[in-house]
Structure formats: C-alpha cells, structure tokens
C-alpha cells in the first residue's frame, strides 16, 4: 500500500509536483526491444514522445526509497510529465547543515567523491576508520537538485540558509567568522558549484531534438513514401524546405542559448575574499562559495556571485537586474540586538539587509579598521537571480485553445484519412491491383490529408507578425505568445512609469505647526525656511549618494533634496580612516558650501547648518516610511527625520501635532491625483551616542514624533495614455489599474485618464482582518462624484453630456467600479474567498500593491477565463509580466527579460499595436489552417475518385499544386498587415467553433459537388472514350499533336493521361486558388488582401497562367503536365463551372457566413461589456435583425444559451441579484452565510 502513495514534492509552490517511484524491470525492456525492433523504431519515438509510457513500459512500481527512475508530473493545469533517473553519493553527513566530526569529514572528503566508503577505511585513526559514510539519493529537475530525507521519507530541495530556520541574532553569533575549508567542501556536495550554468547545447542535440519532433517525422515517411513512387520533386521540396525550417530553428534557439549565457557568465565568477574562522582571509573563487561563508565586500564595489546578507557595514546597491529598476538601493546590516533580531531570518522579510545575486554593489560604508562582510544564503540556481534565469530556461508551455483545437483537427483528418486508405485498399484488392502499389496508394492518402506543409505554413504567419513588432519597436522572447495577445480581453497596467510620468515633480509644500497647516507654498528653498525642521527633513531624510561625483538614488528623494537647493558631501576613504567613529554623509544650505571667510576658521557660527546623516533606516516598502537619524554641527543631542505614507506617518505622531483638517487636506490633494508624503521629526535623548544609535531598533525612533507637514507631488499622466485607453475600451477591453500608490491618487488617476469614466461611481472595498474576537469584514465606502471638485471647463463637458445621457441613466446607475487596497485584497483572499470572483469581475483600481500580490491579482483573473495582458515597467512588475498571458515590460534591463515582449517606446501605445498584430496574426493563422485542410481534402476528393477508375494525378500535376500554388500561396496569404485600428469585436479564440466550422464544411461540400459533378459531366460527354494515345477528342486537324503525343507517352503505366484527370485537374487547381482568395479575409482584423501584393500577383500570375493554359493548349506544357487535349466547348463548359463554383463558394463564405451568420447568430458570445445601443435606436433595421437574430438562434439550436466563459456567467449572475453591489456604509462580515446581506452601519 505504501508504495501506491504519491509523494508531493515542493509542496504549495509554484513548481509543485507529483512523483512516483520506478525501478527497471528486465522482461518489460525485452518486450519494448522486441517492439522497437519490429515497428523499425517507431515505439522508440513514441516512448520518447510520452515519457509516462517510457517509464512504464521499462519498470515497475516501487517505494520512492528504492526508486531508481522518477516519474514526475506538475500539478498545475497543463499536467506535464518529466522523467528523472536517481543518483547515489557518498558524504560524511546526511545533511548539509549537520555538524561534523572534522577530521573524519577531512579523511572522506580527500577521498575521490563516489568512491568515499574505501578513503574512510584506508585511513587508521581509530574510532573513525568505523564510521560509515551516508548513501545520499538525489536527482535534479530544471536544474535543481532534490535529496532524499529519511524522517520524511521524501525526496527535498535545500535552499540555503534558511532551511535551519537561523534568526538574526545567531546569524551575527554563529555565522559571522566564516566556515572552515573541509565544512565548506562537505557542504559543497549538496549546494553544488556556485555557479548559474547556462549549458548551451550542442547543434548536433539540438538538432536531434527538434528533428524528432513529430512532424519532422511525419514528413520523414512522407519523403520515404514519395521517393518509392519515384516522385522526388516534390520530396526534395519537402526536404528544402524542412532543412531551412529546421536551420532557422536552431539558429533561433541557439542565439536564446548564448544570449542568455553570456548574460549570466559575465559576472557570474569572480575572485572574492573569503573568511576562514578567527582572523584569517584568503582569496578564492566565488564558485567555491556555500551557504554560511562569509564574504568581505570591497570599498570600491563588486557584482555579488550569491545571495547574501550583510552582517557588517552598509552597501549600497543597483539592483535594476532584478527589480527592472536603475535606482541605487541603500543596504543596511542585518540587526543584532532587538526585538527584530529574535526573529527567523527570511530573505523576503529581510530584503533591505540582503544583497542579492547579479546586483551591483556600487559603494560600501564601514567603521574604520572594519570590514564590510556578509554571509552567503544562496548560491547557484537557489539565488533569486537563478530563478529569474530558470524560469527564462523552463518557460511554462503556453496553452492556447488554437494550438489542441488544431490537434483535434488533424486528427478529424487522419480519421478522413482512415476511410480513404481503407477504401483504396478495398478497390484495389477488387481491381487485382499489385501489393506493392496497394500499400504506396494507401498510405499516399494518408500524406495528402494530412499536409506535411502545414507547420512551416503556420509558423510564416507568426514570423511575419516578429518583424512587424520588430518594426514598431516591440522584440518578442516566445513568439507562440503573439496569437494569444489576439485574444487578450482585460489589461494590467501599472500605474507610475506605465500611465504617469516616471518622475514626480514638486508641486509644492504645506507646512503645519502646533496642530494646525500653513497655507501651501511652492519653494521650499526660501531663506526663511532654510533654517526649519521641514526643510531641514527634505535634505536629510532620503537614501542619495554621491557616485563619481553625481547625485543619484530614487527619482523622488532626487526631487524633494534639489528642491531644498541644499548641498550633499560624502567622507572619502582617507576621512573614514583617520576618525574612529564612523563618518557621517554631510548635508549644507547651499551658501555655506564654500564660503571664503569661514574657510580658515571652521567653528564660525554660520558652520552650525551642517548636518550629519549618522544612521539611516531604508524606505520599506512594507511599513511605507523611512527615517533618519542625524546630527547638527555643534549640538549635543541627535534628531530623527522620518518621511513616508501620509496615513503611516500621523499614526506614529503625537496626536495634538496632527492638524484636525489633516485628513480632508490629504483627500483634497490625492482626488486630484497628486502624490503627497507626510514629514515628521523627534528630538532624540542626549544620551544616545553614536554607537547605540547604529544598534537601535528603528520602532523605538519612529515613535511620539511631531508632525511638521506634507510634500504635494504632481505624478503627470503621459500624452498617450487617455487616447489609448479610450482605444482599448472601445474594443471591448477591460483596463485595470494595478498600483504600489496611495488609493484615492490611484482612483483620481484612473478618472483622469479615462479608466473611470465622469458618472461612474467607486465604490473602496475596505477589508479588515479579524481582531479581538471580531471576524473580518468589509465596509464598503463609496466615494464622492468628482463633478463637484473639477475645473469649470471639465464641469461644462459634464454638463452638455448630461442631455445625451439623460436616456441611459438607469445604465449609468449600474455602472460602478470596486477600488481595492493590497491589505484588503489579503483579507478578501483569505477569508472571503466566495466574494474575490465577484469583487475582481467590476474591480478597476488595485492600489498599495506588493509584486506577489499583482502575481496573484493575474491568476484570479484567469481563473475566470479572462486572457490577461499585463503592462508595466518591470520594476515589480516581474511576477506578473510572467505570469499574464502577455507581459509587455517598457524596461529593457535584464529583470525584464523573463517578460514575453519588451517595448522600447516608454508609454502603453505598444498595447493596441501589439493586440492589433495578435488579432492579425490569430486571424492568419486561421486562414493558412483553413487553406491547408481545404488543400488536403481537395487532393483526397480529387485523388478518390481518380482511383475509382485506377487512376491518379501525374508527378508534376502533383508538383505543380504543391509549390506553384500551395506553398506560394500559403507563404503569400500571411503577409497581410494589421488593420490600422482596434474593433469591438474579437477573432474567434478556437478553430472548433460554429463559425468556423460552418465555413470549413460549407466549402468542402461545395468543392465535393463541382468536382463530382465535373468528374460524371465529362463521362456523359459525347466525344467521351477510354484516351489511348491515339485518341483526338480535341478535333485538330494538324497531326503533329497527337504524333508528339505518341512518341512522348508509348504507354501509360499508371493511366495518368485520360480525361477525367485532366478536368479534375483544371477543377481543383481553381478551387485552390478560390478558397485561398476567400479564406484571406480582410477587415476588420487584417488589411484587405487587395493591399497584399506578393498574394495578389501570385494569384492573378495562376489565374492567368491556368485560364490560358486550358482555352490554349501548349503542346510542351501539356506533355509536362500529362494533360490530354479536350474539345473547345468542354474547355469552355469547365471555365463556366470554374466560375459558377468560385461564386457558390463566394456566396456562402462572404453572404451568408459573415453577413447573416456572424452578424446575428454568432456576435452573442463576444464579451459582457458590450455597448448597450440606446431604446431610441430601434430603427425597422434594427428590429428587422432582432427578429432574424431571434429566428436563426433557434434554427442553430443557441436561443438562452448559457455564456461558456466563467466572467461572462458571473456578469449575468449579479445583474439578477438586487443586493450587489451592496449598499453605501454597508459592512460584510466573513462569517455571514451570505456575503452580500450586509449590515448597514
């Protein structure tokens, strides 16, 4: 029974799996050897293809102690399986972070690693000869390594630090003085080289890889089958053509390989200086690095090998490889003493100490005499720069309802496929036909229905649509992504550096004293404020940098210090050398900067400006502030400045300094959209030295401070925003605000710009978490219309709307919108989980957002069917940008590279003319697929019913079709550009969908009936006879045609030559041509095809060439073509069926499929927020298409059919409850039965 059991491994994370144990199982390897042996490798393949099948065709069942293959399959939706086969080592521990008897470790680690059990015995010391080595069984997955774990009794990743669940304080008294060399060896055994390998795979692998691609196969046999029957023409086509698809693809796949090696092997080894216990340091390579060595960061600067935290000094750090962000980040070391100290060190909680793997350590500070160091937490694929380089290496497979419905159709072929082998084997066993050409004409069925062409073909339309991205500066890392964003229905977007300007400009200051505000000033630099507390806090309070000489650090510190004028001076090296506490950064007004009289005497009175910034406590984006600790030349005591969340910043302060009008003045500014951040400062206890203060927990400074007053912030929205917003809406999608900024900034952007339209209400979903006894709940605020607030002129447009409004103002009543904050849309996941559906279906603005919380904001999104696009600048956006459908990331640093596409226009334009180009290349897409069925069951009918009189098409008939017409047309058909706007509706999402459907069948019957009825016509024809060589049907008088027709062909072995080929021929030679022109459909998705030149010449070159060719016969094209001379009035009978089918097929397509069909049976399920035509436009038109639309959704059985996507379901669900949404004030309690019967407070 145990061994049944099925294991989990990485439980509840992202790569979660399933694993099942197997070992080989000799009689089952026989039989699969027999079998390969007799179907000439094929069961080989297929066991390659299905790697379940491969183990369990080869093993048994076993414990996963015993296992020596793994089966494993990912949990998540696309259910993928792997297989892994078990390693053994030998290691004097079980377990990386056991402590060792040193010296016996030492004796088995000189020995040679699997060889460990013999160099413990050779060795005599002993108790330790006895001591017996572990067996360790491990395998690695994407290249990660998991280990087996006795007392779990299954198989485990180890991180790093972290694993031992170490708190701050220990990592300070236990960790600080480095490992030894033999600890750090054993350790090595389970943590691996230091090192992000990028292996780049050889071509010859990568070549093998791709070439056993099923289709490669396919076309393999195919080329096989042909060249038997002698056709090499076209098998050589194949061949070229294959070749170049293969070379292409490996060229693709190989530059992705080196691009990303070269990106990580440029810094990835380094020297570094190591820390050996006590005082000793010696130089090594940053591969040899594990978890608990201690590095020493250099003075000036390194490129970090590993993550690891800092334990002594502080760092300053560019971090824009993870975060997408160029922003120097100042690092702080790890606390020692305090109430943080106690706690479990967790390198999510703990990032502002970490310094992580791929950053760029810019500057270290340090005491004198000390040195910077850190301890080492992760190294290799374990560091966060691994996983952003893993999931690059492991994409998750994209799953897109096109790529299995394509699937599904060529398996309808293959069954298409299936009769006709069946039934040419059973004429030709009544035709006493030879087995060899019964098994060649069989299985040739098989190629014809099912195209070999058909992937090189659907791929052009994906390469054409790369270049035309390309052109409008949009590169593509996963170009199977571009069809998807055809289908994108809903958009993310970030809101500063996405929707706004990245920068922030000071728009002024309001200053408060004694409980109540001044009125707002625009210069903070007026000499009057010089010497005050609220410009004292704009010039220290900030985490900037001097960096060869040139300020930098976060955008918004930049601002708010160049507004003060103040001047920022940093100690050199030599300064920190010579005094003994540390030297602080030194902040000045700017006319003390050199002032000529005081420079000989340095304690003049003016001097005392000069401000030291002793400790500073880095912005956490967690607790939203950050403070400083700094000293006035001259004084005896030290203040503490403190900067952050205007809301976080009145709680820390004394409440009677706190103006009572704080928080309206806070909603007056942030409903008109600007960003304010709220200043405070303490006068700390004389005291505190120096040094306490570099120990001090920062909770006991930022406490009982005196409020002084707001920064005013003005975030602009960028020119193109509102333009492409309103474009998006209009077709139909939905755009969402997804924000790290305050709510009600975020709401007034949002109506700004058009996400939130004038007479639409917000409704703040504001969710507290259970406390005291009392479960969660939600209070539902709505907030004020804005019309009141707004400048007259918008409040005039307002005004003339309102008439043409006054007709859908039920409408208008229903239109709302959620706005959730990130601590409430915790508190809905957690414990409302019923109403997180409901609340994201009408949610537009996410304020106060962490990264993983816009991650998991995308997948509820999907969890509703919606194709989410999400837009962002990459900064801590990386998540999401991943995890959407489409992440279009407008940073092109390296954090950005995990995102599918990257613009290198700065604003969200790229949004539209990437769907545009989706929606073109789906639509493509469709059409090529549609061509190539169509070209198949063309060839099939034609083919069936030449072999009913044993008959065929000639090698060039063949040859012809196949290059002159499929292969130019297909590759032609693609090149249609996007139509220059977005449309309200969207393309199809499956190939097995009414419409499609309908048109598919529609011309394959209509091809079916002409080219029957052509085949039975030319048999009822007079002149009709068996052709033989001597035949004339063609009545010419000249000998010469039937004489050379003689000496060409003296006898017909495979009865090419005869007239029912020859109309056939004609007859589906323009049925290809037709089907391409009308599949190649236009607006509203594409340029029409007139606009395509290289398809339309190709198309009027083959029109033309087969109309002459037939009412003009030429001797040598004939002979070539093996096409037989037909009377004139049969010739011009042919062209009146050509163009009678050409018009039947025209008619169905174009009149009935997109006018009546589409237009009144199949619009019905394009999207919820459709725009609702006004009671007044009940025009006869109008009525006349409801009634049709109510009459044919009958006739296709569609009359209340329910919506098929979860979002639309839900939609119709909350028009027909009365209490959603729920009232103004209304407050929903996580224990109510039912969320929505809400207490009104």
């Known amino acids: 029974m145990k061994t049944r059991e099925v294991k989990i491994i990485n439980k509840d994370l992202e790569d979660e799996m399933e694993v099942w144990g197997y070992r080989p199982c000799l009689w089952k390897i026989i ?42 399959r990912t949990t998540n939706e696309f259910r993928q399986w792997f297989r892994a086969k078990v390693h053994v080592m030998s290691a004097p521990g079980k377990k990386p972070f056991d402590s060792l008897d040193l010296q016996s470790a030492a004796q088995l680690l000189n020995g040679d690693g699997d060889h460990g059990v013999s160099a413990a015995h050779e060795e005599h010391h002993g108790k330790f000869a006895q001591k017996q080595p572990a067996q360790i069984h491990y395998f690695t997955q994407h290249s990660t390594r998991y280990y087996w774990n006795d007392e779990t009794q299954n198989f485990e990743l180890y991180k790093g630090l972290e694993d031992v669940k170490v708190s701050c ?64 023409y076209y098998a050589t086509a194949i061949v070229f053509m294959s070749v170049i698809s293969i070379a292409t693809s490996l060229y693709t796949i190989k530059k992705q390989y080196v691009m990303l090696h070269d990106m990580v092997a440029a810094h990835s080894v380094v020297r570094v200086s190591v820390c050996r216990g006590n005082k000793d340091i010696e130089e090594a390579m940053s591969t040899e690095l594990v978890p608990g060595d201690v590095v020493i960061i250099p003075a000036n600067g390194m490129i970090m090998p590993c993550d690891a935290v800092l334990i002594h000094g502080t760092c300053i750090v560019n971090e824009s490889m993870l975060t997408g962000e160029s922003v120097p980040v100042t690092k702080t070391s790890l606390p020692s003493l305090g109430e943080e100290a106690a706690r479990s060190y967790n390198i999510e909680e703990h990032k502002r100490h970490t310094l992580f793997c791929g950053t760029h350590v810019i500057q270290t500070r340090f005491y004198t005499g000390e040195l910077v160091k850190a301890v080492v937490v992760r190294t290799g694929f374990g560091t966060e720069k691994g996983q952003l380089v893993r999931s690059i290496l492991y994409p998750k497979p994209t799953d897109f309802k096109l790529y299995r419905d394509a699937y599904l159709f060529l398996l309808c072929l293959v069954g298409v496929a299936g009769i006709g082998f069946i039934y040419t084997i059973v004429l030709s066993i009544m035709n006493k036909v030879p087995a060899k050409t019964i098994i060649i004409e069989s299985l040739d069925i098989i190629t014809i229905t099912v195209p070999p062409a058909l992937p090189a073909a659907m791929t052009a339309g994906i390469v054409y649509a790369q270049r035309r991205l390309k052109r409008v500066g949009i590169f593509c890392i996963s170009p199977q992504r571009i069809n998807i964003c055809g289908q994108l229905n809903l958009v993310c977007f970030d809101k500063t550096g996405t929707l706004t300007e990245d920068g922030l400009d000071l728009w002024g200051i309001q200053r408060a004293e004694d409980g109540s505000f001044f009125p707002p000033e625009s210069e903070a630099a007026k000499e009057t404020l010089v010497s005050s507390a609220f410009v004292t806090c704009m010039a220290t309070c900030h985490s900037l940098t001097k960096i060869e000489g040139k300020l930098s650090g976060d955008p918004l ?7 003060t004028g103040w001047i920022l001076e940093e100690p050199t090296e030599e300064e920190t050398a010579l005094h003994n506490p540390i030297m602080p950064t030194v902040v000045r007004p700017p006319k003390l900067a050199a002032p000529e009289a005081n420079q000989n005497n340095p304690l003049t009175p003016s001097t005392s400006c000069e401000i030291g910034i002793v400790r500073q406590f880095p912005f956490s984006s967690a607790l939203q502030r950050m403070s400083v600790v700094v000293r006035k030349l001259g004084e005896k005591h030290m203040d503490a400045y403190l900067k952050g969340a205007p809301e976080i910043v009145a709680n820390l302060c004394k409440p009677h300094t706190v103006p009572q009008i704080f928080t309206e003045t806070l909603e007056a500014y942030t409903r008109q959209g ?8 303490r006068q700390l206890e004389s005291k505190l030295s120096w040094h306490k203060v570099q120990n001090l927990n920062r909770d006991l400074i930022e406490t009982s401070m005196e409020f002084l ?34 709510m009600l900034t975020a709401i007034s952007v949002a109506r700004d710009c058009g996400m939130i339209r004038a007479h639409e209400r917000v409704i703040i979903a504001d969710a507290v978490p259970p406390k005291d006894f009392q479960s969660a709940s939600i209070t539902w605020h709505y907030t004020e219309n804005p019309t009141q607030t707004v400048k007259d002129n918008q409040t005039v447009e307002i005004n003339l709307e309102e008439e043409m409004c006054d007709k859908q103002q039920t409408l208008q009543e229903q239109s709302y919108h959620f706005a959730v904050s990130g601590k409430a849309f915790a508190v809905i996941m957690e414990h409302f989980p019923q109403l997180v559906q409901k609340l994201v279906l009408r949610a537009t603005v996410f304020a106060r957002m962490a990264p993983d919380q816009k991650t998991q904001l995308v997948e509820v999104l999907q969890s509703i069917d919606y194709t989410v696009g999400m837009c962002g600048d990459g900064a801590n956006d990386c998540g999401a940008l991943k995890r959407a459908h489409s992440g279009i990331s407008l940073s092109e640093l390296e954090a950005s590279v995990a995102s599918p596409f990257t613009s290198s226009t700065s604003n969200i334009s790229c949004v539209p003319n990437l769907i545009r ?42 040859l012809f079709i196949d290059i002159a017409i499929i292969l130019i047309i297909a590759f032609t058909m693609s090149l249609n550009p996007a139509w220059k706007e977005l449309v309200w509706r969207r393309p199809p999402s ?8 309908f048109s598919v069948l529609t011309q394959i019957l209509t091809c079916l009936v002409f080219q029957v009825l052509a085949f039975l016509l030319v048999r009822q024809q007079s002149w009709y006879e068996i052709w033989t060589p001597q035949s004339d049907a063609c009545n010419v008088s000249s000998f010469s045609l039937s004489h050379s027709q003689n000496v060409t062909t003296p006898h017909d072995h495979k009865n090419i030559r005869n007239y029912e080929n020859t109309t056939l021929f004609y007859v589906s030679s323009f049925q290809y041509l037709a089907v391409a022109i009308i599949f190649s459909k236009g607006k509203p998705f594409r340029q029409p095809s007139y606009k395509n030149w290289p ?61 009546i069909l589409w237009r009144l049976v199949f619009r019905g399920n394009q999207g919820v927020n459709r725009p609702t035509e006004s009671p007044s436009a009940a025009t006869p038109q109008v009525a006349n298409d409801r009634w049709g639309s109510s009459f044919l959704s009958w006739l296709f059985c569609r009359r209340n059919k329910p919506p098929r996507v979860r979002y639309m379901h839900l939609a119709l669900e909350l028009q027909d409850d009365s209490d959603w949404p729920p009232q103004p004030s209304a407050v929903t309690y996580a224990s109510d039965p039912q969320p929505h019967i809400s207490a009104t407070l």
């Open 709 to 742: 007053g707001l920064i005013v912030m003005q975030n602009k929205i960028k020119e193109e925003t509102a333009g492409v917003l309103s474009e998006l809406r209009q077709a139909n999608i939905r755009t969402l605000m997804v924000t790290g900024d305050n």
């Open 31 to 72: 039989l699969v050897g027999v079998g390969s042996v007799c179907s000439g490798g094929l069961l080989l393949l297929l066991l390659y293809w299905l790697p379940e099948w491969g183990v369990k065709g080869t093993c048994t069942r076993t414990s996963l102690r015993d296992a020596h293959t793994l089966l494993l």
């Open 169 to 232: 304080a220990s990592i300070h008294s236990d960790h600080s003085s480095g490992l030894s060399k033999t600890l750090q060896d054993y350790r090595r055994l389970f943590f691996g080289e230091n090192e992000i390998a990028v292996r780049v795979p050889s071509l010859f692998k990568l070549l093998i890889k791709e070439v056993l691609n099923p289709f490669y196969i396919f076309q393999l046999f195919s080329v096989i089958l042909w060249s038997a029957e002698d056709y090499y």
């Open 674 to 681: 600007f960003r304010v951040i709220a200043l405070a400062h």
């Open 1095 to 1155: 398809f339309m010449m190709s198309c009027i070159g083959l029109y033309t060439f087969l109309l002459f060719i037939m009412l003009y016969p030429v001797p040598a094209i004939d002979s070539f073509l093996e096409i037989v001379c037909v009377p004139r009035d049969w010739r011009i009978t042919l062209v009146v069926i050509v163009i009678v089918n050409a018009a039947v097929s025209f008619m169905l397509e174009i009149l009935i499929l997109d006018i």
């Open 557 to 563: 510190d930049l601002k708010m210090f160049s507004a």
């Open 917 to 958: 180009e989706g929606r073109a290349a789906l639509i493509t897409s469709f059409c090529v697929f549609k061509f190539m069925a169509l070209y198949s069951i063309i060839q099939y009918l034609s083919v069936t019913l030449l072999y009913s009189i044993l008959s065929n098409l000639g090698d060039f008939q063949f």
């Open 990 to 997: 499956s190939l097995i969908s009414g419409p499609l459907l």
